[in-house]
Structures are given as C-alpha cells and as structure tokens.
C-alpha cells in the first residue's frame, strides 16, 4: 500500500510561482511512474505531469515550458514547480503513483490533493 500526501499549494497572483510536493509512505517495491493531476471546478481530471521510473517526463501542451516535474527519490518525494501561473491553472492538485508490489502487482493511488487558486 502506498499513501501519498501532496502540499505546497496556496493563493497567488497571475505570474507567480508555487512549488508541489508529494511524499510516498508505505510499501513498494517500485514506483513505476509519479504523476501530477489536476481537475478544476465542473471539469475532469487531466494529466499534468508526470515522471517515470527512469526519470522520462511528459507534460500536457498547456502547462510546457511553465512547469517541471521532477523527484527526490531519497526522500520519496515528487515536486511540480509551476512557474508563469495563469488563473486557468486553478484546481486541485493530485498527486499520482503506479506502483509495484509482490503481493498486489501495479496499482494506482491517489493523493487527497491541494487546491491551487491563480487570481488576481
């Protein structure tokens, strides 16, 4: 089982910055890939970001260029830095991990998310 836990998120202006973090606790055996979701008010959960196990990132076309995954395998750990914020960035934030075990194999789980507010 995997528990993940995300924070960092918060009120700010168009063009600032705001820095996610995700931490993993429990038991794995691999973590297959880490990913950033968000969903907005009435809308769907989308991909963001996310890093795979050799550490190959992918973003969604409206978030390139303006933020970056990347992890602290030490730490367990999965950062989004989000730079150039513009108000439809506004959602929850959910962090994301496929990971591997003897005893179940590949599951998905979710974080409870953080709610990231762009507003001028």
């Known amino acids: 089982q995997v528990q993940l836990v995300e924070s960092g998120g918060g009120l700010v202006q168009p063009g600032e910055s705001l820095r996610l973090a995700c931490v993993a606790s429990?038991?794995?055996?691999?973590?297959?890939?880490m990913a950033w979701y968000r969903q907005a008010p009435g809308k769907g959960r989308d991909l963001v970001a996310r890093?795979?196990?050799?550490?190959?990132?992918t973003y969604d076309d409206s978030v390139l260029g303006r933020f970056t995954i990347s992890r602290d395998i030490a730490k367990d750990t999965v950062y989004l830095q989000m730079d150039s914020l513009k108000p439809e960035d506004t959602a929850i934030y959910y962090c994301?991990?496929?990971?591997?075990?003897?005893?179940?194999?590949?599951?998905?789980?979710w974080g409870q998310g953080t709610q990231v507010t762009v507003s001028s």
């Open positions: 994301n991990t496929n990971a591997y075990n003897y005893e179940t194999g590949s599951l998905d789980y």
């Open positions: 429990g038991s794995w055996r691999y973590i297959n890939l």
């Open positions: 890093i795979t196990r050799e550490g190959r990132t």
